[in-house]
């Protein structure tokens, strides 16, 4: 097994709550002409010249660094796609059934603006395509956040918002920035509260919002399907990432327990390149939303995987395993 490491340059800053990047890593790991791929994100923290010290010792510890073990449990879903003629959604449809109905729309995915005239033309043109938008807030100006939105649902009225903090309000702004964002008709709103607040804070939350709020997902407060029994009284869905999960088979797990808790699923993904995405995309068809968009602001993706066509419709590859090849 080989692990190496790739610079992603972005095709301009992505901003969110948590920070902006120009350039991200991710993880590579290859066995033979088999190779997978994690993300590095800032947030959680992990060095990647230490992953990759990790993954070179002769024997590996048997507590792995959250984005080794996921490159790992990809190679190891591709190498047995291969060798079975079956791609990963196979492992998911053993474990949950086959899907109701086709994958969900393509989503696109915008950072914090600085111009709201040149995203008002952004957030226009996309919207041509793609009718989910999911738009970055927590900027820490409430005053922003509110206008990103009033500039997104002018500039594409018909489209499905679905409107992502990353746990940039405190509590007492976020009951109000919900009530007040509800005129905007989202489709949902993404982890308005900090995940360090805790299940007490998701309780307070939702017993002060009115009477029929727009949908209200949980991220990084969920990291796995342990964390979803807490607070699913609370929450109308989760957003599910194979690196919050650190597997493809923990993931399945995920699905698996918010729809025992009848909540909706959002399967998403970080910035990374088509390797990343495609993988994560065999398991939209068990999805109400998607947002695998990450590689669009790769600019040196090196992969083809997914694709979207005229209407924003998700395309996976019909190969074996995680299904994406090298440019």
């Not at 969900?104 to 952004?122: E, N, Q, V, Y």
């Not at 309780?203 to 990291?223: K, M």
């Not at 025992?260 to 959002?266: K, N, R, V, Y």
Request: proline share 7%.
């Amino acid at each position: 097994m080989h692990a190496s490491l790739k610079t992603l340059h972005l095709v301009e800053p992505f901003r969110i709550a948590h920070g902006t990047s120009a350039t991200r890593q991710v993880l590579r790991v290859a066995e033979g002409d088999r190779i997978a791929e994690a993300p590095f994100v800032p947030y959680y923290g992990e060095d990647p010249q230490q992953t990759l010290a990790v993954l070179n010792q002769a024997v590996l510890p048997e507590q792995l660094p959250r984005t080794a073990a996921l490159a790992l449990n990809l190679l190891r879903h591709d190498i047995i796609g291969h060798a079975t003629g079956q791609n990963l959604a196979a492992s998911a449809r053993l474990k949950l059934g086959p899907p109701a109905r086709p994958a969900p729309p393509g989503c696109r995915s915008f950072s914090i603006p600085d111009d709201l005239t040149a995203f008002a033309d952004k957030v226009s043109a996309i919207a041509k395509q793609f009718r989910v938008l999911k738009l970055k807030l927590g900027s820490g100006d409430l005053g922003l956040d509110i206008a990103t939105v009033s500039v997104a649902r002018y500039a594409a009225p018909e489209a499905d918002l679905i409107l992502d903090v990353n746990g940039g309000w405190d509590l007492h702004e976020a009951a109000l920035m919900i009530e007040k964002l509800a005129h905007y008709s989202p489709a949902l709103i993404e982890q308005p509260i900090h995940h360090r607040h805790g299940v007490d804070a998701w309780e307070e939350l939702r017993a002060s919002l009115p009477g029929n709020p727009p949908p209200i997902f949980a991220d990084e407060s969920v990291q796995t399907a342990a964390d979803i029994p807490a607070l699913a009284d609370f929450i109308d869905g989760v957003n599910i990432k194979l690196l919050k999960c650190g597997s493809f088979d923990a993931a399945i797990a995920m699905i698996a327990a918010a729809r025992e808790h009848s909540l909706q699923i959002l399967l998403g993904c970080m910035i990374e390149t088509s390797l990343g995405t495609t993988a994560a995309a065999h398991l939209a068809p068990w999805a109400d939303w998607i947002d695998l968009d990450g590689h669009f602001y790769v600019a040196n993706d090196d992969f083809t995987g997914i694709e979207y066509d005229a209407h924003g419709t998700l395309l996976m590859p019909d190969r074996p395993g995680i299904g994406a090849v090298k440019k």
